[in-house]
């Protein structure tokens, strides 16, 4: 093997270990969740984000419609608007839909789930263990990695798309 070829190698197998340390996906029967993250929130707030994406593979719609979080009484799947220039946020009345062949992604300034009662604070590199409950596929366990407070998106999120 030349000097390079071994050079090549090497940082591949990197690039692969950096990618399996960071992703973590999910399965439901027929949905696929990706990197669900939660943003930290500042001392004695009441209230967080969390967002993932979902992806249909299947042929039949299906519907996010809540799920839980240690550390919240609630949660709940909400959606950002604009109303004029004000900023509202509001539950997703009968939950998010994901068509087939549709991925849909839960963002800041978008729709996200909404962890409500928080008992304490969220700290920035926790991972917090939570479920999300969908309509056909079930309830399914997921971890949420905490980002910075300010995170537009998740530091590690991989956009395979
Ligand atoms: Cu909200």
């Known amino acids: 093997m ?3 070829t071994v050079f090549v190698c090497a940082s591949a197998l990197a690039v692969a270990s ?8 999910y399965k439901a029967g027929m949905l696929k969740i990706g990197h669900p993250w939660a943003r930290a929130t ?16 299947g042929t039949e719609a299906d519907k996010l419609v809540g799920g ?8 709940e799947v909400h959606q950002m608007s604009m109303e004029g220039s ?10 998010l839909v994901i068509k087939p062949r549709e991925i849909v992604t ?6 996200h789930l909404m962890f409500l009662d928080l ?34 998106k ?3 999120g991989h956009d395979h798309h």
């Not at 839980?68 to 949660?75: D, E, Q």
């Not at 839960?106 to 729709?111: E, I």
């Open 18 to 25: 950096a990618s399996i340390a960071l992703a973590h996906d």
């Open 42 to 57: 500042p001392n004695g707030a009441q209230v967080g984000g969390g967002y993932l994406t979902v992806e249909n593979t």
């Open 86 to 95: 004000v900023m509202k946020m509001a539950p997703v009345e009968g939950g």
């Open 106 to 111: 839960l963002k800041p300034g978008g729709y």
């Open 154 to 156: 998740s530091e590690s």
């Open 68 to 75: 839980t979080l240690t550390g919240a009484g609630r949660v």
């Open 119 to 152: 008992k304490g604070q969220i700290k920035k590199g926790e991972m917090l263990k939570g479920s999300l409950e969908f309509e056909k596929a079930g309830k399914v366990e997921v971890e949420f990695k905490v980002e910075a407070i300010a995170a537009k």
């Open 2 to 4: 030349s000097k390079l």
